[in-house]
């Protein structure tokens, strides 16, 4: 749509710091003989709609530029142009992101994603917060997201091999600001969206952030996404020494969930039947689930965060957050084809069939968190620091319920394979029966960061985080009694150094080295007593070591910023088998590298661009398994060599006009050393999809916005299955209006 470049009501991060340089200034023209004040003009920076010079975490001791190491930001004006509604559409501006399908008939709920190689799937962080729970996560209450890159335990503690990602929420402002957002699209897509600010005095605001959905998903029948949010923030003091933010998030989705189609015709589909490895594909819109299928989510945080500004640049803040996610899955997977008869019959594929299986995941997590933390700047032996420091009290839990099963009279545990009856009868799911399982963790660490300023050329950034972290799992039977009891207790301790040198003002070069670790059962609150197991507690956490170098600049006025970076991680202290003992040893690692460049900002006032690019190899090194290590695994799964990413936009007068485009090269699912011939669907191909956008400002108060998606109808694999049995196709073209209102 349209932007007036207007200035803002609230003083930004370059305004201050004018003033703060004009205070001096000021106490030096008070001594002068004619005790005239001099003039101050303070111009503010314009607004680069897609770039941001500062992180809103403030374990970030520098501004982006002088940051020595990849980090993104995709801020709130490129999701709204692109009308990305999820997380998942909103980290397609990011390189480097794959998203992933669950195994057999465990479809991973929710944001499933890597990056650079490795999971992020408990590497998701809300204000700074770890965030829990399987869900698919809504952008209506997001400021921006912000995508660090690189091992990172010493900013998050556990795990974060290659990054992880932070979710900046919206809060309330001095200003009254109120717009809605009313979306119907194909698929029989309904959304309204409503953000609300209100200043209630001098210093105090409140905002409501409000979000209400039913939509189908394009190409796919049965298939249903339906879901109201609510963001709610409270802050007072604001523009005061002393401010207190209270804010809240609240999810409800009711969908029906998707098992994927099976990949029969696929490119190096594979069956031992030859009837059947020729067979035609089966149609995109099939749905192998029953209509008895659902997932229901609810997802409450509560956050209160109070901030004391102590002087000379030092700040004191405390933040709290107890939150609560529950999802109750009930799920139909799909698995191995069978055909009968012989001849004519197994000629025909209308007579073949495909496995189904019910799954039921009834899960909760639970946190509970608290932050200390203090920033300040100072000088120390001639040398400007700018230091971060505090102290977090984390408790997380997870429990899983087991339900009895019913089977009625005539159910069936397979559909035709080219046309699936979601009305069979099938095996239905009781009351929970008393048995669950899960696990609790409590940490307690310390950390700091400092960037120590030797002069206007050179810095060094430098962090370390300690943890106290203690696991426990436990499992009980339907009776009660205890069947698992698995405890883990120890200290992990992550660090990073960068230096950084700055040939002119509006550039940086930087070189720098982090490492994190990851605990058994640091992922999923799982122990396990198999020795073969990465979740034994007997083993040593995994130690993750990256290390970069890159640069940075600020052109065009500083309204554009391209970087370039190459780096190499390593993750060290996976499960192998000797080949020679015939025992389990921890030698296996993953190593990826490779080199990513960027650019985003603006090329004009009129002209945007957000455009990413990241070509890496991913390699596992002494990974074995089986009797004397006989199984030899050299690749990673789902890390695609290349990957680009390109949204750009252009204003015309009351027009608006936006494309995009984004390529993923192949992705190995095979990488185990056996014939891809005969693993079923040994890759996802590579592809290319494209994106447009048209928007247009009727009036200061009222835009339209047009997104058609996958503009050129471009049929690909999305995901596929550990297994290579199923999958899913990327969305077809497929269109959405949205009217937005500002009042």
């Given at each position: 749509m349209a932007r007036k470049h207007r200035r803002s009501s609230r003083p930004s991060a370059q305004l201050l710091a004018l003033l703060a340089v004009a205070v001096p200034a000021v106490g030096i023209a008070q001594t002068s003989p004619s005790n005239t004040l001099p003039t101050v003009t303070v111009k503010e920076a314009p607004e680069v709609p897609y770039k941001a010079d500062?992180?809103?975490?403030?374990?970030?001791?520098?501004?982006?530029?002088?940051?020595?190491?990849?980090?993104?930001?995709?801020?709130?004006?490129?999701?709204?142009?692109?009308?990305?509604?999820?997380?998942?559409e909103a980290l397609r501006n990011t390189p480097g992101i794959t998203m992933q399908m669950g195994e057999n008939g465990n479809t991973s709920a929710g944001d499933t994603f890597q990056l650079r190689g490795f999971s992020l799937q408990q590497s998701t962080f809300v204000d700074g917060i770890r965030d829990l729970g399987a869900i698919t996560r809504d952008t209506f209450n997001l400021e921006q997201i912000e995508v660090v890159k690189g091992a990172a335990g010493a900013e998050t503690g556990r795990g974060a091999a290659s990054g992880f990602l932070n979710l900046v929420t919206k809060q309330a402002h001095l200003g009254d600001e109120n717009s809605a957002s009313v979306t119907l699209g194909t698929a029989k897509r309904k959304r309204a969206a409503v953000d609300l600010n209100k200043q209630l005095g001098n210093e105090s605001a409140i905002r409501i952030n409000a979000m209400v959905q039913d939509s189908g998903?394009?190409?796919?029948?049965?298939?249903?996404?339906?879901?109201?949010?609510?963001?709610?923030?409270?802050?007072?003091?604001?523009?005061?020494?002393?401010?207190?933010?209270l804010y809240s998030q609240h999810i409800r989705q009711k969908n029906v969930p998707d098992g994927g189609i099976p990949s029969i015709g696929f490119e190096g589909f594979f069956n031992a039947t030859p009837a059947v490895r020729n067979a035609p594909k089966v149609d995109r819109e099939n749905y192998y689930g029953s209509v008895n299928d659902r997932e229901k989510v609810e997802a409450d945080m509560l956050t209160a965060k109070v901030e004391h500004d102590l002087g000379a640049g030092t700040t004191v803040r405390n933040i709290t957050r107890v939150g609560k996610t529950h999802m109750d899955r009930t799920l139909t997977g799909i698995n191995a084809i069978t055909t009968t008869g012989n001849g004519a019959v197994l000629a025909n594929p209308l007579t073949w069939n495909i496995s189904r299986s019910r799954q039921r995941v009834d899960q909760e997590n639970e946190i509970f968190a608290n932050q200390t933390s203090v920033n300040t700047e100072f000088n120390a032996g001639g040398l400007e620091h700018s230091l971060a420091a505090g102290v977090e009290l984390l408790h997380e839990k997870q429990t899983s319920f087991t339900h009895s099963t019913v089977t009625p009279a005539g159910a069936v545990t397979?559909?035709?394979?080219?046309?699936?009856?979601?009305?069979?009868?099938?095996?239905?799911?009781?009351?929970?029966?008393?048995?669950?399982?899960?696990?609790?963790?409590?940490?307690?660490?310390?950390?700091?960061?400092?960037?120590?300023?030797?002069?206007?050329?050179?810095?060094?950034?430098?962090?370390?985080?300690?943890?106290?972290?203690?696991?426990?799992?436990?499992?009980?039977?339907?009776a009660g009694v205890l069947t698992t009891a698995l405890d883990d207790s120890r200290t992990l301790k992550s660090w990073s150094l960068g230096t950084t040198y700055k040939p002119a003002e509006n550039g940086s070069i930087y070189a720098a080295y982090a490492t994190s670790e990851t605990p058994p059962g640091g992922n999923n609150f799982t122990l396990s007593s198999q020795d073969n197991n990465q979740n034994n507690a007997a083993l040593d956490p995994q130690e993750t070591k990256s290390i970069e170098l890159g640069t940075k600049w600020d052109l065009l006025n500083k309204r554009l910023n391209v970087s370039a970076a190459i780096f190499r991680i390593e993750n060290d202290k996976q499960t192998s088998t000797d080949p020679v003992t015939n025992t389990v040893q921890q030698f296996g690692k993953t190593r990826v590298q490779g080199f990513e460049l960027s650019a985003v900002g603006q090329i004009t006032n009129f002209w945007q661009v957000s455009a990413g690019l990241a070509k890496t190899s991913t390699k596992q090194i002494d990974q074995r398994s089986g009797t004397n290590g006989a199984t030899i695994t050299d690749g990673v799964r789902w890390s695609p060599d290349l990957t680009l990413t390109l949204w750009t936009s252009y204003q015309l007068d009351k027009w608006t006009m936006g494309v995009g485009t984004r390529y993923v090269s192949e992705q190995k699912r095979v990488i185990n050393g056996a014939n891809p011939a005969t693993q079923n669907v040994p890759n996802i191909p590579s592809y290319w999809v494209a994106d447009a956008m048209l928007g247009y400002q009727i009036n200061d108060k009222v835009s339209l916005r047009l997104n058609v998606y996958n503009l050129f109808d471009e049929e690909y694999l999305s995901v596929l299955n550990n297994g290579g049995s199923r999958l899913a196709l990327g969305t077809p073209r497929s269109a959405m209006l949205t009217a937005n209102f500002k009042f």
């Open positions: 500062e992180s809103a975490n403030p374990k970030f001791t520098a501004p982006l530029l002088d940051t020595p190491k990849t980090v993104q930001i995709i801020k709130k004006e490129v999701i709204e142009e692109q009308g990305a509604i999820t997380l998942m998903v394009a190409g796919r029948d049965y298939v249903e996404n339906t879901g109201q949010g609510l963001g709610l923030s409270y802050a007072t003091g604001l523009g005061t020494p002393t401010r207190i933010h397979f559909a035709n394979l080219y046309n699936p009856n979601p009305y069979d009868v099938v095996s239905q799911f009781g009351p929970r029966t008393g048995a669950k399982s899960g696990g609790t963790t409590n940490t307690i660490a310390l950390y700091a960061f400092d960037t120590v300023k030797f002069n206007e050329q050179w810095s060094l950034t430098g962090g370390l985080r300690l943890d106290r972290y203690k696991l426990r799992t436990r499992a009980n039977d339907a």
